[in-house]
Every structure is written in structure tokens, then in C-alpha cells.
């Protein structure tokens, strides 16, 4: 009897050491990758822009590990989708930080996603790279913005409007979607529009809900506004209400000659689903097309091809394209990658400090700099006009690299605010 206890116990003790280093093989296995999170909407009114985005990380992530990985170790991308649905961010946040321990997060597209995550993010001590064009008014220590602040973007196509070469506009209609980033950017355009003499009845100011499908009012109303004189259409509107929108403009005859319309959030894969024949020579601001001629570009266009080839993705298998927010993507995780190797760790606070002055050989032609102090990338500015391929050529840029201004000049009281993040 003994003697079987004995076997028994022998047996459990065996077993045990058994579980405890399969449970020990697991954890090694698990700590010899580094977790990456991916927080873009793969479904719903947003998932025409942001899809491509994390099949950007992914392609990022692969030749990063193809060329030996991070401080030894391979990257693991942790997918998940927020389906255009604001709160639902703030959970698969909590899920990427707290359940997944993710190192970093690259996602988002709306402000209003980014406004959800924030918190979170801010009170988990987490890392976001945020890679879209947005309203500014922001600077918190636990994100990046690879994407424009106002005056990388807004600020300079309205410029370019004003300017005898971009039809010297006098009329404005600032259209866009009924959220945070349209509204603020409005804000600043309409104070810097006074401050270049535009008087209020020469603004008018639109917003459509997300989704919205009908603009047959709203292009007929901005046709009648323009009969008051030269009028140039800023165009806030984001997601997949922009294939309607710029359908109505080609129904409604609304040539660029006589109303320009200067979007903020529409590139090349946004007009993949419309007919550009009648939009020839509308405009788009951004801080990259994929038509720029430079070594940089033309690396990153054949491989976003080859994987896109690889991987079967669709629509980009057959006519891979490129934008603005994949190129912000694609530098982001790059300097990541770069702060974690200088910081020796992947500790937030360690990675935020080695972030500091990153540069990167950015697709755009410039060699991209994040600012020593306030988390934005400074960027060279392109405005182009859309060709009949849904392309762009471009028409206008900045003569160099311009750095952000996180806070408005435009915003009574932000001349006040330091131009860095509060430390935590």
C-alpha cells in the first residue's frame, strides 16, 4: 500500500514538473516575441481607410522580423476590430494593454476613435501611434502623431486657394462629417479666414453624419453659394460618404475650374470606388501621394505591391495603391522600432524619451524628424489635383520639412500652452 502511495506521489511530483515547465516553456515562448497591437476598424463606415492600415503594419512587421526582429525578438501583431464603433475602441484598448500586453499600439483613424482610446492609453501608462491627418488641440505623453496638425495641412491649402495660382478664391464652404476633427478644423479655418478679411457671409459652414449617402442638397446649395462669387469647398468629410459626395459633384457638373474642392481626408484609396474622369483637377492636401517621384517612394510602392501580391489582399492584388496615412503608418512603426533599439526595452516610459529626434528616410523624399518636444513629425506639405487615373499631381508643396503646432495660433488662449506634454 505504501509502496503504491509512494509510486503515486512520485507520479504527481513528476507530472507537476512536467506542467510546470510546459507552463515555463510557454511563458519563454511568449516573452520571446514583442506584442504589437493593431486597433484599426476592419468593418463599418471607416473600414475603406483603415483596412489598408493595418495590412501596412503587417507588411512593416514582416520585414522587420525578416530582418532579424527587435532587440532579438520577433514582433507579434495582435489584431483586433473596433468596427467604427467609438466606445468599442476604448475596450479593445483596455483588451490590447491589459489581457494582450501589447508593447505599442499603431491605430486609429477619426478623432473621435482617438478622443475614446486616450484615457485609456494615458491611465495604463500604453503607447499609440496615431497616423492620421487631425484637428490638433492634443498633446498627451502616451501618443505619437506621425500624422499633419492643422498647419501641416489645412492651413496651407487654404493658402494655395487664396493664391492667384489656386484660383484666388473669396468664398468658402467648409464641409464636413458631424465630429470633433471637422468641427475643430473648421474653427481654425474660420478664424484664419477673418484674419485674412473673409467676412462671415462668405463662409458657410456644413456637416453630414457618418455614412451619410445623400448629397444632392448639399452640392446644389453649394452651387447656388458660388453664384456669389469665386468659391473654394474645404472637404472634411471622412470614410465612405465620400464616394456619394464626389459622385453628386460629377452628376451636378461641378467642375473644379469654377468650384474647387480641397479634401482632407480623401486619397488614393478613397476614389479607387468613384469615377475621377469628372473630378479632374480637384484637390487633395496631404504630407505624401503615392505619384512622388523619389528612391524612397518607389521602394515602398514596389514592396506595398509585391505584399499586397503575396498576401492576396483585395483590391490592392490587382491595383496597389498607396496614401498619406499608410506612408504616416509605415514611418511610425519604423521609429518605434528605433526607440526601442536605443532604449535597450520596450518600457512606455523608456520608449517615449528614446523617441525624441527619430528620423527615418520617409517615402515622401524628406528625412522625417519627430520632434524633440511635442510627439508630431515635422512634414513637408503637398497639395495635388486629382488625374483622371485617381491619381494625383502635384501642384504645390512646401519648400521644406514644416514643424507642427499641436495648439492653434487660431484658438484664443493657446499661445499660453507649453509645446510638449504634460509629464504624468
Same mark, same amino acid.
Given at each position: 500500500?505504501?509502496?503504491?502511495?509512494?509510486?503515486?506521489?512520485?507520479? @504527481?511530483?513528476?507530472?507537476?514538473?512536467?506542467?510546470?515547465?510546459?507552463?515555463?516553456?510557454?511563458?519563454?515562448?511568449? @516573452?520571446?516575441?514583442?506584442?504589437? !497591437?493593431?486597433?484599426?476598424?476592419?468593418?463599418?463606415?471607416?473600414?475603406?481607410?483603415?483596412?489598408?492600415?493595418?495590412?501596412?503594419?503587417?507588411? @512593416?512587421?514582416?520585414?522587420?522580423?525578416?530582418?532579424?526582429?527587435?532587440?532579438?525578438?520577433?514582433?507579434?501583431?495582435?489584431?483586433?476590430?473596433?468596427?467604427?464603433?467609438?466606445?468599442?475602441?476604448? /475596450?479593445?484598448?483596455?483588451?490590447?494593454?491589459?489581457?494582450?500586453?501589447?508593447?505599442?499600439?499603431?491605430?486609429?483613424?477619426?478623432?473621435?476613435?482617438?478622443?475614446?482610446?486616450?484615457?485609456?492609453?494615458? +491611465?495604463?501608462?500604453?503607447?499609440?501611434?496615431?497616423?492620421?491627418?487631425? /484637428?490638433?488641440? +492634443?498633446?498627451?505623453?502616451?501618443?505619437?502623431?506621425?500624422?499633419?496638425?492643422?498647419?501641416?495641412?489645412?492651413?496651407?491649402?487654404?493658402?494655395?486657394?487664396?493664391?492667384?495660382?489656386?484660383?484666388?478664391?473669396?468664398?468658402?464652404?467648409?464641409?464636413?462629417?458631424?465630429?470633433?476633427?471637422?468641427?475643430?478644423?473648421?474653427?481654425?479655418?474660420?478664424?484664419?479666414?477673418?484674419?485674412?478679411?473673409?467676412?462671415?457671409?462668405?463662409?458657410?459652414?456644413?456637416?453630414?453624419?457618418?455614412?451619410?449617402?445623400?448629397?444632392?442638397?448639399?452640392?446644389?446649395?453649394?452651387?447656388?453659394?458660388?453664384?456669389?462669387?469665386?468659391?473654394?469647398?474645404?472637404?472634411?468629410?471622412?470614410?465612405?460618404?465620400?464616394?456619394?459626395?464626389?459622385?453628386?459633384?460629377?452628376?451636378?457638373?461641378?467642375?473644379?475650374?469654377?468650384?474647387?474642392?480641397?479634401?482632407?481626408?480623401?486619397?488614393?484609396?478613397?476614389?479607387?470606388?468613384?469615377?475621377?474622369?469628372?473630378?479632374? !483637377?480637384?484637390?487633395?492636401?496631404?504630407?505624401?501621394?503615392?505619384?512622388?517621384?523619389?528612391?524612397?517612394?518607389?521602394?515602398?510602392?514596389?514592396?506595398?505591391?509585391?505584399?499586397?501580391?503575396?498576401?492576396?489582399?483585395?483590391?490592392?492584388?490587382?491595383?496597389?495603391?498607396?496614401?498619406?496615412?499608410? /506612408?504616416?503608418?509605415?514611418?511610425?512603426?519604423?521609429?518605434?522600432?528605433?526607440?526601442?533599439?536605443?532604449?535597450?526595452?520596450?518600457?512606455?516610459?523608456?520608449?517615449?524619451?528614446?523617441?525624441?529626434?527619430?528620423?527615418?528616410?520617409?517615402?515622401?523624399?524628406?528625412?522625417?524628424?519627430?520632434? +524633440?518636444?511635442?510627439?508630431?513629425?515635422?512634414?513637408?506639405?503637398?497639395?495635388?489635383?486629382?488625374?483622371?487615373?485617381?491619381?494625383?499631381?502635384?501642384?504645390?508643396?512646401?519648400?521644406?520639412?514644416?514643424?507642427?503646432?499641436?495648439?492653434?495660433?487660431?484658438?484664443?488662449?493657446?499661445?499660453?500652452?507649453?509645446? +510638449?506634454?504634460?509629464?504624468?
Amino acid at each position: 500500500m505504501m509502496n503504491r502511495r509512494g509510486n503515486l506521489k512520485a507520479l @504527481a511530483t513528476a507530472a507537476a514538473l512536467v506542467a510546470g515547465s510546459l507552463t515555463f516553456s510557454v511563458q519563454a515562448l511568449a @516573452a520571446d516575441t514583442i506584442k504589437v !497591437g493593431v486597433l484599426h476598424s476592419l468593418s463599418g463606415t471607416m473600414a475603406i481607410s483603415e483596412t489598408v492600415l493595418k495590412d501596412t503594419v503587417l507588411m @512593416a512587421i514582416d520585414e522587420i522580423n525578416a530582418k532579424g526582429g527587435v532587440l532579438g525578438k520577433k514582433l507579434e501583431p495582435v489584431i483586433v476590430d473596433p468596427a467604427s464603433n467609438w466606445p468599442l475602441f476604448a /475596450e479593445k484598448t483596455k483588451q490590447l494593454l491589459g489581457q494582450d500586453k501589447v508593447s505599442v499600439i499603431f491605430g486609429c483613424w477619426t478623432s473621435v476613435s482617438r478622443k475614446s482610446v486616450l484615457p485609456v492609453v494615458e +491611465e495604463m501608462n500604453g503607447l499609440l501611434f496615431y497616423p492620421v491627418q487631425y /484637428e490638433g488641440e +492634443e498633446l498627451s505623453k502616451n501618443v505619437f502623431y506621425t500624422g499633419a496638425a492643422p498647419n501641416q495641412q489645412a492651413i496651407p491649402a487654404v493658402d494655395y486657394l487664396m493664391s492667384k495660382e489656386g484660383g484666388a478664391a473669396k468664398r468658402w464652404v467648409l464641409l464636413g462629417t458631424d465630429y470633433v476633427y471637422p468641427r475643430t478644423t473648421n474653427k481654425i479655418l474660420r478664424a484664419y479666414l477673418k484674419s485674412k478679411g473673409v467676412a462671415d457671409k462668405d463662409i458657410d459652414e456644413k456637416y453630414t453624419p457618418f455614412g451619410h449617402s445623400d448629397y444632392q442638397t448639399i452640392v446644389a446649395d453649394v452651387k447656388k453659394f458660388s453664384a456669389g462669387g469665386k468659391t473654394a469647398v474645404v472637404s472634411t468629410i471622412n470614410g465612405d460618404s465620400n464616394v456619394p459626395f464626389y459622385k453628386e459633384l460629377g452628376n451636378a457638373g461641378l467642375k473644379a475650374k469654377d468650384v474647387p474642392v480641397v479634401a482632407f481626408s480623401v486619397g488614393e484609396e478613397e476614389l479607387r470606388g468613384v469615377d475621377t474622369k469628372p473630378l479632374v !483637377g480637384h484637390l487633395a492636401a496631404w504630407n505624401y501621394f503615392m505619384s512622388i517621384k523619389n528612391p524612397a517612394n518607389d521602394e515602398f510602392t514596389k514592396k506595398w505591391a509585391a505584399y499586397a501580391k503575396a498576401k492576396n489582399i483585395a483590391g490592392h492584388k490587382d491595383k496597389p495603391l498607396t496614401n498619406d496615412p499608410m /506612408e504616416a503608418t509605415y514611418i511610425g512603426i519604423n521609429m518605434w522600432k528605433q526607440a526601442v533599439e536605443k532604449a535597450k526595452s520596450t518600457d512606455t516610459d523608456k520608449v517615449i524619451a528614446a523617441m525624441a529626434g527619430q528620423t527615418f528616410k520617409a517615402p515622401s523624399g524628406i528625412t522625417s524628424k519627430m520632434d +524633440e518636444k511635442n510627439h508630431h513629425l515635422h512634414k513637408s506639405v503637398f497639395i495635388g489635383e486629382i488625374k483622371a487615373d485617381g491619381q494625383f499631381n502635384v501642384v504645390w508643396k512646401t519648400p521644406g520639412p514644416v514643424k507642427a503646432k499641436p495648439w492653434s495660433p487660431y484658438i484664443p488662449g493657446n499661445d499660453v500652452k507649453p509645446d +510638449e506634454p504634460a509629464k504624468k
